[in-house]
């Protein structure tokens, strides 16, 4: 029986490049806004557990209490940390997010994601609910961006100003795509990536027998790739 999923929420500021952090991984004030930090805590207290890299929780007198995925890629296996029995050590490599948020013990409820950019760059794959974006008039022009590529490359990410109160869901459309589907009905990430490399594996072996067929019959062939 497929252990039941909380709802994904994601919360992020950036700088008008889509910046998350300086170029060391420290959260610039400049980009802090009374109001939307309110919110925020607000929102990591009524959350059932939080997930964050290394260096990115989210601060605040009842952080240490709350129940954490903290993400590495040093443990080989899910494991508690030793200093804090609320926190379970996650690479992602090494096992699926179910059987890292079974390990929690909470059952559904409500994740927050709060970083850092690879983090959420990961839970992109796995599927927010929803994604809480907000977007400062703060410069940090050679940052930590809020996901992978961001900003190096001329991409850009649009979300609300802060003077608006609701977040926007910036990655409705990423649920729809076929590696998200097959991990949403159950398959895990390496089974996916086997599958996907399979279909690869099996069209380029199509290819290199239709080159060294007949024209006429390569149409029989190519129809069922």
């Known amino acids: 029986m497929a252990a039941r999923r909380p709802r994904i929420e994601g919360y992020a500021v950036i ?18 806004i009374p109001a939307d930090h309110e919110f925020y805590q607000d929102a990591v207290d009524r959350a059932s557990a939080v ?41 992602p490599a090494m096992a699926s ?3 890292a948020w079974q ?17 959420f760059g990961l839970f992109l794959g796995i599927g927010y609910d929803a994604f809480y974006l907000t977007r400062t008039d703060a410069s940090v022009p050679r940052g930590r961006p809020v996901f992978p590529g961001v900003g190096r490359d001329g991409g850009h990410v649009h979300g609300i100003r802060h003077d608006d109160r609701v977040g926007e869901r ?20 390496k089974a996916v990536c086997f599958v996907q490399y399979g ?9 290199v027998w239709m080159v060294n067929i007949p024209g006429a019959e390569r149409m029989l062939v190519f129809l069922p790739f």
Not at 199 to 207: E, H, P, R, S
Request: glycine share 12%.
């Open 15 to 32: 700088s008008t490049e889509g910046m998350i952090a300086t170029s060391d991984g420290a959260f610039p004030e400049s980009i802090k």
């Open 51 to 91: 997930a964050n890299g290394a260096h990115s929780a989210e601060g605040g007198p009842k952080e240490r209490e709350r129940k954490r995925l903290r993400l590495t890629r040093r443990n080989t296996r899910l494991m508690p940390d030793p200093n804090n029995p609320h926190v379970i050590f996650w690479n």
């Open 97 to 99: 997010f179910d059987e």
């Open 103 to 119: 390990r929690l013990g909470i059952g559904d409820g409500v994740l927050a994601v709060v970083g850092g950019t690879d983090v």
């Open 170 to 189: 910036v990655v409705d459309a990423h649920r729809a795509h076929l590696y998200q589907l097959c991990n949403r009905l159950g398959l895990s990430h």
């Open 199 to 207: 279909m690869c594996v099996t069209q380029g072996l199509g290819a």
